[in-house]
């Protein structure tokens, strides 16, 4: 008998965040090799480790802390954490995730279109080259 497809997604959820809670060393080197840290206001200039605990609790239900939370906003998947990862937690997983979930309870706020259009320009640029980008944007 097959299951339902939610029950198949929640199963994945809960087997990948304990999976993550089991191997993440909450050393920072995925914070630190993230992007898109200089344009996550909340997140810039803060701890590493704690940025990474603070996603961990949005992970399992918890609020984090605003470091946490808008780097959780702020990730465009650009893969650079998973390279940094000492122990393959996957992180960029962790905060699509962490993401899910803190939409789910409402810790995010909305984006409205004019920001969504910033965040487009900002991945744009960890993409283009020097020409493309004075070409493009």
Known sequence: ???APHADLAAL???ETARMLAACTQCGACFDACPMIPYAPDAKGADPAQTVRGVLDVLTGGEGDAAARGWIAACTRSGSCNDACPEAVD???MLR???Y???ETGMLPKRDAMEAMSRVKVFARLLFSEDEQRDWL
């Open 1 to 3: 008998m097959k299951t």
């Open 13 to 15: 959820r809960a087997s």
């Open 91 to 93: 992180p960029m997983f």
């Open 97 to 99: 995730l962490a993401k």
């Open 101 to 103: 979930r803190a939409n």
